[in-house]
């Protein structure tokens, strides 16, 4: 059973703290482990409807570099469509 903000949904607050860059073609938001800090490995995050601009996939992939450790890739699958 769902609950209604599945459906409502919430724009969360914050600003990413990542950098968009262009990779084989695609733009690509790239999030970093803290400076100096090895990351554990790649994450890619797959955008959903939303797409890759969405500030929440963007907050995700910021989370996941600075509390995981991780290089984070939120590639624009969509060519900006």
Request: net charge negative; aromatic share 12%.
């Amino acid at each position: 059973m769902s609950c209604p903000d599945c459906f409502s949904g919430k724009q969360h607050d914050g600003a990413p703290a990542g950098k968009e860059d262009k990779i084989h073609g695609l733009d690509v938001y790239v999030a970093e482990p803290a400076s100096g800090l090895v990351p554990k490995g790649i994450v890619i995050i797959v955008p959903d409807a939303f797409g890759w601009a969405f500030v929440n996939n963007r907050l995700l992939a910021d989370t996941y570099a600075t509390k995981g450790q991780f290089l984070v890739y939120l590639p624009d699958f969509m060519n900006g469509a």
